[in-house]
């Protein structure tokens, strides 16, 4: 089992529209996670970091469930530019352990 | 602070060669990570250190790759000899272990093509 798996996607949703992603992790060890964002030919960016108890920012809300060892992201009133790839992190300890992203594409 | 520093942006050279890749991290960060990212197996984590010291190379693929990081503000990544199965974009990205998390800073990656 791969260590954080997601739904590589496309995922193509309508402008103004609401999207979810989950990822889900193996090692029940992960302390920290995050959701990082992936322009085309760029390098990845921290989105946010999951907290237990969830956040949100913005239009974007993140969760964590560890019992079932999954986080999600849920984008709200998508707009164009968050077309881009969705990396989903889950660190046990040091090191960060990625998964292979989401495609999300917005479409007018 | 200008981010994580990588150069060069892009090579390509032939198989055999030796490539050398550069990093230099955020000033006052103490980790230092190298990533090789490809359509097929997305990002993977080759090695990285911690107050200069290599911590954890077990993603280095094999004896061709190594890492080294003399100080503080610069780390390299060497393939030698170079084939064209390491065709990939290269990331180095930095953190701050002070913050309590992890969140890492990537520099703009080097695209590198064996042919």
């Known amino acids: 089992r791969k260590e954080v798996e997601q739904d590589p996607g496309p995922f193509n949703v309508p402008e103004g529209a609401t999207v979810a992603f989950n990822c889900t992790y193996s090692?029940?060890?992960?302390?920290?996670f995050f959701w990082y964002r992936q322009d085309c030919r760029k390098e990845p960016k921290l989105l946010m970091s999951v907290y237990s108890s969830g956040n949100e920012d913005g239009r974007f809300t993140a969760q964590l469930n560890r019992a079932s060892q999954y986080i999600s992201l849920l984008i709200r009133d998508s707009k164009l530019s968050d077309s881009a790839t969705y990396l989903c992190v889950a660190s046990p300890g040091d090191k960060i352990i990625f998964g292979k992203g989401t495609r999300l594409h917005i479409l007018p | 602070d200008a981010g994580v520093i990588q150069s060069p942006r892009h090579e390509v050279t032939e198989m055999g060669q030796e490539v050398t890749l550069r990093c230099k991290p955020i000033s006052g960060h103490d980790y230092l990570f190298w990533y090789r990212q490809t359509m097929m197996r997305g990002l993977e984590l080759l090695i990285y250190f911690n107050n200069n010291v290599p911590i954890d190379d077990s993603g280095m693929p094999e004896d061709r790759f190594s890492a080294k990081m003399p100080n503080a503000s610069f780390s390299t990544l060497k393939i030698q000899p170079s084939e064209p199965r390491d065709s990939a974009v290269y990331f180095c990205?930095?953190?701050?272990?002070?913050?309590?998390?992890?969140?890492?800073?990537f520099g703009p990656g080097t695209r590198l093509t064996v042919l």
């Open positions: 990205a930095s953190s701050f272990s002070g913050t309590g998390h992890n969140e890492q800073f």
């Open positions: 090692n029940s060890a992960s302390q920290s």
